[in-house]
Every structure is written in structure tokens, then in C-alpha cells.
T-cell receptor, first 117, second 116 residues
């Protein structure tokens, strides 16, 4: 079955540590995204990538970094500069295409919950 | 600029009664509109989508939504709630933007409680 795999599902971090969340997809999608979810705030875009070796900041990129070395993989690093990293992180992908063929439908992983101790 | 407003943060219904989750949007274009469902500690699953075809859209698990351009609304309904419908629901708008990238905006979510 095609889909998106996020790992780990739960992660605990001490203050001052960097952590990396994994996201792998086998949907052959060009575009991949990282969202942060906090209670009552919906989903906020951290970073997105439309193609390999290219990525763009979203609305709340400060304190985060990403890479896109392979089409299938889009890992997110939560750095020590992120002041309030405790949250639920969701990875998503979509087929890029043109406006006519791409409706913007997103496919999501199961999420990773990060807790800072 | 685009935006999405989910008018209720919490909705509570009895099992077997109708469900109505309200969503209003703002967009400069003819947008695509979606409803996603999220169960606790899970990812989001697509319920249904509107992409400028029929204005009444049917989705999975008996849900449907009607696109009303004059009211800029895309409310989600279901005739009879089931216990398994208890979850959080997100209304989403998608617009084209410069460079061909689809700008996607999420509502803040509506938590649906189903009472036995």
C-alpha cells in the first residue's frame, strides 16, 4: 500500500537538544510538507518542498530545518533554537502538477508527537 | 488572501441525530475545498473534496458537503451520527499561487462529540 510513514511516533527531548523526525513516502509525489499542530490552532506550515533539492519556508520556520535529498524523504530537524517545540508534527505530500491537474489534496502520515522535558 | 473559518470549535450530538459542521471561506479565486477528519493521535484523512464540479459533494462514511458560492460556505453534514464519527474535523481551502504552488489554509478544527 502506498502511503506516508513518519517516525518515531513519540519522542522526548531534553532542552538544548536537536531532534530529527523522519518522513518517507512511496506515493511518487513531488511535493512534501511539514505541519505543526497545537490544540485549537489548526495546522501551521513549517516547511515545504516542491522538488528534490529545493525547499521553502512556511509560516513558522524559525527553529526548524529540513532537507530534500531524495524524492521519497523529507526529514525535519527541530533545533534547540525552537523555543516551544512540544507539539504534534504532521508530514504530508501531494502531486505537484499544474493548477489544472493539482487540486491541492494532501496525503498525511500518522504524525509524531514531540515532548520537551 | 484566503482564509477559513470554522464556526464551532465543539459540536455535541446524540447518536442517530444529524450532524452539521459549519465552514466559511474567503478566496480570491475559485478554490478547491476539502474536509478532513482526524482521530486522536492520528494523521488527517480526506473525507471529501470540492473542485468546481458538482456543488453537492459526497464523501466517505455518509458525509456530504454543499458548496454555496453566494454564501461562501462549505458546511459538512451527515444524516445520522455514529459513535465512530467522534473526531476532529478540519475545513481546508486551496488556491493557486505564484509558481504553481497550491496554497493550502486549514481551519482551526471542530471537535465532534457523539453521545450514546
Amino acid at each position: 500500500d502506498g502511503g506516508i510513514t513518519q517516525s518515531p511516533k513519540y519522542l522526548f527531548r531534553k532542552e538544548g537538544q536537536n531532534v530529527t523526525l523522519s518522513c518517507e513516502q512511496n506515493l511518487n509525489h513531488d511535493a512534501m510538507y511539514w505541519y505543526r499542530q497545537d490544540p485549537g490552532q489548526g495546522l501551521r506550515l513549517i516547511y515545504y518542498s516542491q522538488i528534490v533539492n529545493d525547499f521553502q519556508k512556511g509560516d513558522i520556520a524559525e527553529g526548524y530545518s529540513v532537507s530534500r535529498e531524495k524524492k521519497e524523504s523529507f526529514p525535519l530537524t527541530v533545533t534547540s533554537a525552537q523555543k516551544n517545540p512540544t507539539a504534534f508534527y504532521l508530514c504530508a505530500s501531494s502531486s505537484r502538477g499544474s493548477w489544472d491537474s493539482n487540486t491541492g489534496e494532501l496525503f498525511f502520515g500518522e504524525g509524531s508527537r514531540l515532548t520537551v522535558l | 488572501a484566503q482564509s477559513v473559518t470554522q464556526l464551532d470549535s465543539h459540536v455535541s450530538v446524540s447518536e442517530g441525530t444529524p450532524v452539521l459542521l459549519r465552514c466559511n471561506y474567503s478566496s480570491s479565486y475559485s478554490p478547491s475545498l476539502f474536509w478532513y477528519v482526524q482521530h486522536p493521535n492520528k494523521g488527517l484523512q480526506l473525507l471529501l473534496k470540492y473542485t468546481s464540479a458538482a456543488t453537492l459533494v459526497k464523501g466517505i462514511n455518509g458525509f456530504e458537503a454543499e458548496f454555496k458560492k453566494s454564501e461562501t460556505s462549505f458546511h459538512l453534514t451527515k444524516p445520522s451520527a455514529h459513535m465512530s464519527d467522534a473526531a476532529e474535523y478540519f475545513c481546508v481551502v486551496s488556491d493557486p499561487s505564484t509558481g504553481g504552488y497550491q496554497k493550502v489554509t486549514f481551519g482551526t478544527g471542530t471537535k465532534l462529540q457523539v453521545i450514546p
